[in-house]
């Protein structure tokens, strides 16, 4: 998979190059490359925004420097992309998506400041290749670059080869609906708390069911909705029990 990020602030996308995602680029299990908007200004200011149309507090990134961005950047590799731009009106950005996304050849991130980017950019964009606006949360950020990092990680650890062991992606939270449940590891009694017997067990069956029922109990208590978004047949009776 190749990414490519374009943002007025490349140095936030650092991160990217460290721990895990930095050792599977050079691995060459994932390409990345990030691009500074501000390349494809043509005054000496640099401009990248305007003066909203129809009022209003804060600026809108130009459609004229994305479109000469998004344009040299999709040209940059023959593969076929997809458009994705964080923005605080998208549809939520979760599991499934990165599950989805793990399947692109490549991914170009639009991260917008200001205002955000003028609307232009994205409809123009949704006639030759599919766009996704997606949200991290229902919180605001100041600009996209952060929830980028996010959605880079959340996909990137889904690529093979990227996680050393790949079964634990299968059991991550979200990855059968619900939210995964505690973990323990040494020492056995810390400040006086103790890992849970079964855990010491080596009942496997105990122990999947232990690990079940405090999946349900921790999904039921934080993220009831999950829960009641499961399918028909996604408990079995022994959850039903629970
Ligand atoms: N994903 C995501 C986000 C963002 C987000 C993403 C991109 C941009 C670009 C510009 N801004 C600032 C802004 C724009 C409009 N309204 C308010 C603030 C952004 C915020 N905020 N919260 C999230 N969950």
Same mark, same amino acid.
């Given at each position: 998979?190749?990414?490519?990020?374009?943002?007025? =602030?490349?140095?936030?996308?650092?991160? @990217?190059?460290?721990?895990? !995602?930095? #050792? +599977?680029?050079? *691995?060459?299990?994932?390409?990345?490359?990030?691009?500074?908007? &501000?390349?494809?200004?043509?005054?000496?200011?640099?401009?990248?925004? /305007? *003066?909203?149309?129809?009022?209003?507090?804060?600026?809108?990134?130009? $459609?004229?420097?994305?479109?000469? +961005?998004?344009?040299?950047?999709?040209?940059?590799?023959?593969?076929?992309?997809? !458009?994705?731009?964080?923005?605080?009106?998208?549809?939520?950005?979760?599991?499934?998506?990165?599950?989805?996304?793990?399947?692109?050849?490549?991914?170009? =991130?639009?991260?917008? &400041?200001?205002?955000?980017?003028?609307?232009?950019?994205? /409809?123009? *964009?949704?006639? #030759?290749?599919?766009?996704?606006?997606?949200?991290?949360?229902?919180?605001?950020?100041?600009?996209?670059?952060? +929830?980028?990092?996010?959605?880079?990680?959340?996909?990137?650890? @889904?690529?093979?080869?990227?996680?050393?062991?790949?079964?634990?992606?299968?059991?991550?939270? =979200?990855?059968?609906? !619900?939210?995964?449940?505690?973990?323990?590891? #040494?020492?056995?009694?810390? &400040?006086? @708390?103790?890992?849970?017997?079964? !855990?010491?067990?080596?009942?496997?069956?105990?122990?999947?069911?232990?690990?079940?029922?405090?999946?349900?109990?921790?999904?039921?208590?934080?993220?009831?909705?999950?829960?009641? +978004?499961? $399918?028909?047949?996604?408990?079995?009776?022994?959850?039903?029990? =629970?």
């Amino acid at each position: 998979m190749r990414i490519d990020v374009v943002t007025i =602030f490349p140095g936030y996308l650092a991160p @990217l190059r460290e721990a895990l !995602l930095g #050792r +599977a680029i050079e *691995a060459g299990l994932v390409e990345v490359a990030v691009h500074d908007l &501000r390349d494809w200004t043509h005054d000496v200011h640099q401009a990248v925004d /305007d *003066a909203p149309y129809g009022g209003g507090p804060g600026m809108v990134m130009k $459609p004229q420097v994305w479109g000469e +961005a998004l344009d040299a950047v999709l040209a940059a590799d023959e593969r076929p992309a997809r !458009l994705v731009v964080p923005t605080p009106a998208g549809r939520p950005f979760r599991q499934s998506t990165a599950q989805a996304w793990a399947g692109e050849q490549r991914l170009v =991130f639009a991260c917008g &400041r200001y205002e955000g980017i003028d609307q232009r950019v994205v /409809d123009e *964009a949704a006639a #030759r290749m599919p766009v996704d606006e997606v949200s991290i949360g229902d919180y605001v950020l100041v600009g996209g670059e952060v +929830a980028v990092l996010v959605m880079v990680e959340a996909v990137a650890r @889904l690529l093979p080869g990227v996680l050393g062991n790949p079964v634990s992606a299968e059991q991550d939270s =979200f990855s059968d609906g !619900l939210l995964e449940g505690p973990a323990y590891t #040494r020492p056995l009694t810390w &400040r006086g @708390l103790s890992v849970p017997e079964v !855990l010491r067990s080596g009942h496997h069956g105990a122990i999947a069911r232990w690990r079940r029922d405090r999946a349900l109990e921790r999904t039921a208590d934080r993220r009831p909705d999950l829960l009641a +978004a499961l $399918p028909a047949d996604a408990l079995d009776a022994a959850d039903r029990a =629970f």
